[in-house]
């Protein structure tokens, strides 16, 4: 019998002869969502690689198009939406052109529904649980010519070993869990991912392992809560620590009622954990903290925050805070200000409520009229960036290690600092994926200028 990807590779020639068979076909993957859905990405790039497509970041070449998809908030499926309607058109031109469906989005039945109404030209459709049987999908819609849907409702075993094209050849993600069992009253996220599940140590580290040797010097964690990691993650963070080629270790996300002196005591004693927490936070008063479930009061947040600055002087603080939620007050919005003006995070993620079914909030009286939410957003963004600023203009002057990652307009560099402060400097393009001191010459809000000393 022939193993899943011969079958699918035999499909692909038959692809590749569209073109007279000069040329491979092409695939392209395209991301929403966070960075579980770039990490999944690069899993799926990395089996459409073996099936012997070959990746192009252009929808007008593409053979075969994958969307991986979000539903934390609706303009990121609105989003969708709007891409889908363009294939009918492209695929009456292209008819051997392959629409493909996966991620957060479609683990929701009305999703399903919806596109099997309205955008029946999709070919195949999977969720979060069973990325890995997209070749054995792709395969039986070739067989059938028929649209093929797999969801399932409920995670099986963690599946190790696929293959992946990453993103950047010097930095990479690594899930250390999956899903999230924590049920903030707004959050889609534990409904669409299932609940968690930690990977083994032996496995995450044989994979950093593999990196390291294959030239990634920056990893990061990733997990809903890598603080509520079963088997201990201020143990992995040393284990981590102990693997030679990797210089810098990150990870997201936190939830704060989960951070605990261990793991602040590993942060402030490894040189290679980056100072930086990313630590969401979602509102300031009490009464929307309980709301949302976050199991935690807002001093016990600024307690928290007191504490790992004192134990890690320099540490850079960012978080996630919402606007807008169901029978947020004026008096509510102006603690979650409070928190910003005391906790002074170097940069927040800010979002405005957005009701997601299925979600207790969305069930919630008094959801906020969307002119007052666009008010206090407006304020809240303007309070972030200030402090922003304040912050990166007190770091002129010095010299920081920076990882360069990419060239920019302009040809300006662009890395990052320990403490995941943006830079732009001068240089060689050949600097990227290269660690190098600069010198700060300036600062704006979301950036640092520099030069190499
Ligand atoms: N697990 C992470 C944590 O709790 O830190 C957060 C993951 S979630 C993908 C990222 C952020 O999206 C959340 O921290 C929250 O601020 C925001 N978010 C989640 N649900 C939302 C909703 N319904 N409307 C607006 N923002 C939302
Ligand atoms: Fe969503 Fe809360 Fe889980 Fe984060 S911790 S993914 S905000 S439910
Ligand atoms: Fe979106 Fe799923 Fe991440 S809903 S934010 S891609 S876990």
């Not at 198009?65 to 934390?72: D, G, H, L, M």
């Not at 972030?384 to 920081?400: A, C, D, H, P």
């Amino acid at each position: 019998m022939m193993r899943e990807n011969e079958w699918t590779s035999h499909y692909i020639k038959e692809i590749s002869k569209i073109d007279k068979g000069v040329r491979a076909p092409k695939a392209l993957v395209r991301t929403y969502g966070c960075q579980m859905n770039v990490r999944d990405s690069e899993k799926l790039s990395g089996m459409l690689a073996k099936m012997g497509y070959e990746l192009t970041d252009d929808e007008e070449v593409a053979d075969l198009v994958i969307f991986n998809t979000c539903c934390v908030r609706e303009n990121a499926e609105n989003k969708l939406y709007g891409h889908l309607g363009n294939f009918k058109e492209r695929k009456r031109k292209k008819p051997h052109l392959k629409l493909v469906l996966c991620g957060c989005m479609m683990q929701q039945d009305i999703v399903i529904e919806r596109i099997r109404a309205a955008y029946s030209y999709v070919d195949v459709i999977f969720g979060t649980h069973n990325l890995y049987r997209f070749p054995e999908l792709l395969h039986s819609h070739f067989e059938t010519g028929q649209t093929i849907i797999d969801i399932w409702s409920e995670a099986r075993e963690i599946v190790e070993d696929l293959p992946s094209l990453r993103e950047f050849p010097f930095k990479a993600g690594v899930n250390i869990m999956y899903g999230c069992n924590n049920f903030c009253t707004f959050c889609i996220v534990p409904h669409v991912r299932g609940r968690e599940r930690s990977r083994r140590p032996a496995d995450i580290l044989a994979e950093i392992r593999a990196m390291a040797a294959d030239g990634v010097s920056e990893v990061l964690l990733l997990g809903q809560n890598v603080n509520s990691y079963e088997f201990g993650f201020a143990q992995l963070l040393h284990d981590v620590s102990e693997i030679g080629g990797i210089e810098r270790i990150r990870f997201t996300s936190s939830h704060p009622k989960d951070v605990s002196d261990n793991v602040i005591a590993t942060m402030r004693d490894l040189p290679k954990v980056c100072k930086h927490l990313h630590l969401p936070f979602q509102a300031g008063s009490d009464r929307l903290l309980g709301l949302m479930n976050r199991k935690h009061s807002k001093k016990w947040y600024l307690d928290l925050v007191d504490k790992i600055r004192a134990e890690i002087p320099e540490i850079a603080l960012t978080t996630d805070i919402m606007a807008g939620f169901p029978g947020e007050t004026e008096e509510d919005f102006l603690d979650t200000l409070d928190v910003v003006r005391h906790a002074r995070f170097a940069s927040a993620f800010t979002f405005i409520y957005s009701r997601r079914l299925g979600t207790p909030a969305d069930r919630m009286p008094d959801q906020v009229d969307e002119a007052v939410v666009g008010e206090r957003f407006s304020r809240l963004v303007a309070e972030i960036n200030k402090i922003s600023l304040e912050i990166n203009l007190q770091k002129v002057g010095k010299t920081l290690k920076i990882l360069t990652e990419s060239v920019g307009k302009n040809d300006v560099l662009n890395g990052r600092a320990d403490d995941n402060s943006l830079v732009h400097f001068s240089g060689d393009s050949g600097l990227v994926g290269h660690y190098v001191d600069i010198k700060i010459t300036g600062a704006k809000t979301f950036y640092l200028q520099g030069e190499i000393v």
